[in-house]
């Protein structure tokens, strides 16, 4: 056994021990402390807030940072670019995050380094945009760096929820505008400017919760004949692809909606075009799952077409039945509601002057969760048998199955009740 003179030691060497340990403790709090303080240190578990895009289909391949297929949106505090060729829906899609951001209380800045934005006056009015200072800051630079100081005085100032740079391609520096050949010669001078704005707003974008949203043009890639790389290139240089949090690429379609019309010029019938069909593909996504792909309307003069992207999905997914001639029927199994039209815009007409069979139908079209997660969880749940499912899986599987279209009738009986029925289908020649 230890002498007391022995245990003496020990305490007083725990004491020592512990003394300096609660010392170190509150040496590392005051220096975190400080590193709060100097705006050092991050928070990694704050959810990040998002703007929605107006636009399901997008805010699908976007997600909201779950990883698990959720609807979401572009990240706050981050760089979004979307990129394409001409007549895409880049200023589209553009003034439709914008009215979201504004319908969440935030102000837009639309920095229209084009200048065309008044010449869309009647369209953004259709999308039901307030142009109005100081929620819409609508700004006309004339080159780079007037354009860079006053979005960066904005920034701080102001707080905006989302800056718009329409496009990236415009952004043209003040000594090419105004200097002579010879300094306008200058190779990658453009990519070095954007390079530099981005970094700095790369660091003050989080401090505001703001998103900024470029919007950017593709160009021919011009090389020589044994030169490798892409036949087409985005501007602004690597530094555009490399601060980006999401990068989406548009692709327009030639595929368009066509109604038969009667010219009210010559008199003559011919078939106009209503809307345009554009492929969306996420290039890049830190925010969540990348690569995910998807089609969307546009209707000319109006803005992103939500109701033709679900009758689309709809008849993919068989919830709207495709009849002979044309005909697209639909009936809800739980009220007397019914849908009958002909074609997809009768489909369209149909359900937006009839609104509530719109509501009706929308949560059997609308996915909640990604097809093969649903696929996985009924056959988990069917595998256990639905007379040992507890209430909350029961319900989870009939609403799987509403969503997907199937019948459910038979999860209101037992197993005995089952076999009784199974045995009635059998007699009368039923499956």
Known sequence: ????????????????????????????????EGLRKKGLLGDISKKVDIIPTGSWVINRIIGDGSLRDQPGGIPRGC?????????????????????QAMNQGGIIVYADFEQTLRTQRQYIENMGINTNPPQFLHLIPTNFEDGVQAIGNILVRMKPALIVIDSVTAMIAKNVIEGSPEETQQIGHHARLTGNFLNWMT????KFNTSLLLLNQVRSNIKG?????????????????????????????????????????????????????????????????????????????????????LIVL??????????????????????????????KNGVKEYLEAHPEILDAITPYLMPTQ???????????????????????????????????????????YNEEQLDDLSELMDLTGEK
């Open 225 to 309: 004949k044994y030169d490798i790389g892409p036949s087409e290139v985005s501007s602004g240089g690597n530094a555009v692809k490399f601060f980006t949090t999401v990068r989406i690429q548009l692709t327009s379609s030639s595929k368009k909606e066509e109604i038969s019309v009667k010219n009210v010029i010559t008199g003559i019938a011919e078939k106009k075009a209503i809307s345009q069909i554009v492929k969306c593909v996420v290039k890049k996504n830190k925010f969540d799952v990348p690569f995910k792909s998807g089609p969307i309307y546009i209707t000319f003069g109006k803005g992103i077409d939500n109701v033709m992207s």
């Open 314 to 343: 709809g008849i993919n997914k068989k919830v709207i039945k495709k009849a002979a001639a044309g005909w697209y029927t639909w009936k809800d199994p739980s009220s007397e509601l019914e849908l009958k039209a002909q074609g």
């Open 203 to 206: 660091k003050k974008l989080p």
């Open 370 to 412: 990604d097809d093969a997660e649903m696929d996985r969880i009924q056959v988990e749940l069917m595998a256990k048998g639905v007379e040992n499912l507890t209430p909350d899986e029961l319900e989870q599987l009939r609403d799987i199955k509403d969503a997907k279209g199937e019948d459910t009738t038979f999860l209101d």
């Open 79 to 99: 760089i979004t670019e979307i990129f394409g060729n001409e007549s895409s829906g880049k200023t589209t899609i553009g003034l439709s995050i914008a009215k």
């Open 1 to 32: 056994m230890p002498t007391p003179a022995k245990k003496a030691s020990v305490k007083k060497t725990v004491k020592k021990t512990v003394k300096k340990s609660n010392s170190e403790n509150k040496e590392n709090d005051a220096f975190i």
